[in-house]
């Protein structure tokens, strides 16, 4: 099985994305095929890898500004907030969770929001963590749906089977789902395990992401270290940590070339072989 994925407002360019054969991917497709019948694509989401840092960083400030609007004061906006320690992106991640509730159960102000409050939320969240890492553009693909009309679904308990710790560059692999943090979100913003927004993935959609490179958890070996300091083994997956990949590419260099040069998902095609 493949995915065609078509490119451009009048279909220029595709590609094809070569499935795994195996249970989950089969159950994936299935939520997918539902959301390409039931959703929009996010396009800002789908291709913001390939934004500069000013570009995601002009985004995440008029996501904070909007929210003033609404809410004085209520977002500290500093100057240059790409030089701001890791502490002030994680004030900023604490506004958002105060603001937008968890999936399923939204705050008041959530569930009233207009369209532009609840956009801006929820750039908040997704741009912050954009800045913070402060990647080199990479034109990759975010399979992104617009979040007030996709769904999750729980994983089964076979499903964590699926999870991996390493995989080459050029593989399609499951978004993560959830409102909050992971582990390795935990290490890397200095945030205790017992963190209140800790969420490890326990749920699937019809979303996925395409890497153009590869992909080790523990490529950082401190980040290894720091799980056992924590009892915790880094490789149970039944934590729900790691990735799960779907599929792959077979020249990924070729394909972030077409990504680069349009930047729209016109449609997306599911093939039997």
Known sequence: MKLTVVLGTNGEESFDITLHDNSFTRK????????LDNCEFNQLEAFSTGLTLTETTNLLTNSCTTINKYLKNFIEIRDNI?????EYFNYLHSQFELLCGDFGKPTKLFSIANQELKDAIRNLNYFVHKVELKRKPVQELYISFNKDQYRRKPFE???YDFFEFEFPAGTLFLSYVELGKEFVDLYKDRLPIDYNGFKNLHYYSGEATLLMKEYNAFAD????????????????????????????VDNFSAVSDKLTKFNYINKILIKEE
């Open 28 to 35: 994936w497709v299935r939520e997918l095929s539902w959301c």
């Open 221 to 248: 070996e401190q980040f290894k270290q720091w799980l056992i300091t924590q009892n915790i083994d880094p490789y149970n997956k039944k934590l729900g940590h790691g990735k799960i990949p779907l599929g792959s």
């Open 157 to 159: 308990d076979s499903d």
């Open 82 to 86: 790409t030089d701001q320690p890791q």
